[in-house]
């Protein structure tokens, strides 16, 4: 085990485990599993079903990590739904056609309020509450509309936030992270800087120009609502590529990985000299087994397809815009918004300094 990780372990195993009050959590334990991992479950399936919760235990059950105390990884986002969200995934698809995969392809359209922070898991169910509990506060003040400005530069291209409506955005961060940081136990760091909407990172220079033409086609003002969304990742697997299984693998061999069409695969490229020609040494996220696998049974991923999405607060500015759609904003575990808002928007491209 690597020093690092060992402290880790060391962390956390340190750390006192309360119980959850969730009304999820009662059904595992009555079906004989223990306290910690029906809480791990949980946290690992976004809290949303004992069924799912029940589906991981079973699909782990040979996971060597299982008993490992690590915590996930939470992270704040200010994410698009609606149309303009329709408008910037159809970027995302001609961009890598045309000019291949970059940075920004790894992770959906979203600002970042705060990024990765650890959470202990019996105390996620307090971040939700602090986020329905904040968002509730700022629901009047939110902007009705959130003007988009295209700026560009040779390795980035992406819309920035409008000075006035970024400070009440940093605003809303810094009392989530306050109030997180207070009872949640967590060390949060809002996001301070410039705040953006990236549509293009680390690509070849030469793309630019057909990156930028692309991204004139998507009108800021195409109708959308706003939702703070919590996403969670394991942190063991941050710098790992990802793959995803394109057909069944049954191992022939006692150090070959099974895998599933679909599966998703967390491999570190450091590893790969273990492995001989035309195979690749990974984890499974389904199931958490390590192991072999041939190399022309997968594809490429992305990083965010691994993650999980928690409880979202969606800001409805549309019963503000229009007083007859009264609705009371709230937190949703999955699913997009309705009753969409108009942004406006500046359409010239700027360059960055």
Same mark, same amino acid.
């Given at each position: ?137 700022? *629901? ?9 400005? #295209?700026? @560009?530069?040779?390795? +980035?291209?992406?819309?920035? &936030? $409008? ?68 996403? *969670? ?9 990802? #793959?995803? @299984?394109?057909?069944? +693998?049954?191992?022939?061999? &006692? $150090? ?98």
């Amino acid at each position: 085990m690597a020093v690092a990780e060992a402290q880790l372990y060391a962390k956390v195993s340190n750390k006192h485990r309360g119980r959850s009050t969730s009304a999820l959590l009662e059904p595992l334990l009555a079906k004989g599993f223990p306290a910690h991992l029906a809480q791990k479950a949980l946290v690992a399936t976004g809290q949303k079903t004992v069924e799912d919760a029940v589906k991981w235990l079973h699909s782990h059950c040979n996971d060597p990590s299982l008993e490992d105390p690590i915590p996930q990884e939470y992270a704040l986002y200010l994410c698009p739904t609606g149309r303009l969200h329709s408008r910037l995934q159809d970027f995302w698809k001609e961009s890598r056609r045309q000019c291949g995969r970059n940075r920004a392809h790894e992770v959906f359209p979203h600002v970042t309020l705060c990024d990765f922070f650890t959470c202990e898991d019996q105390k996620v169910e307090l971040l939700y509450d602090i986020l329905k509990r904040v968002g509730d506060s700022f *629901s009047q003040s939110f902007p009705p509309s959130i003007s988009l400005t #295209l700026h @560009a530069s040779p390795s +980035y291209l992406g819309f920035f &936030i $409008d000075d006035r409506q970024a400070n009440v955005l940093k605003e809303f961060a810094v009392a989530f992270s306050s109030e997180a940081s207070a009872l949640a136990d967590c060390h949060v760091k809002p996001s301070l800087k410039q705040f953006h909407l990236t549509l293009a990172h680390r690509f070849s220079p030469h793309h630019q120009k057909t990156l930028e033409e692309l991204a004139k086609c998507i009108n800021p003002g195409e109708p959308c609502q706003w939702v703070a969304a919590l996403y *969670s990742r394991d942190m063991r697997f941050v710098h790992y590529q990802r #793959l995803r @299984a394109l057909f069944q +693998y049954k191992p022939q061999n &006692i $150090d070959e990985l099974m895998i599933q069409a679909g599966d998703l695969i967390y491999v570190d490229p450091r590893q790969q000299g273990e492995a001989g020609e035309g195979w690749v040494i990974g984890t499974s996220h389904r199931t958490g087994c390590r192991g072999f696998l041939p190399e022309n049974y997968t594809e490429r991923a992305h990083e965010a397809d691994t993650w999980v999405r928690h409880r979202e607060y969606v800001f409805d500015t549309a019963s503000r815009s229009f007083p007859k759609a009264e609705k009371e904003p709230s937190v949703k575990q999955n699913g997009e918004a309705h009753n969409l808002s108009v942004s406006r928007n500046v359409t010239n491209v700027l360059p960055l300094q």
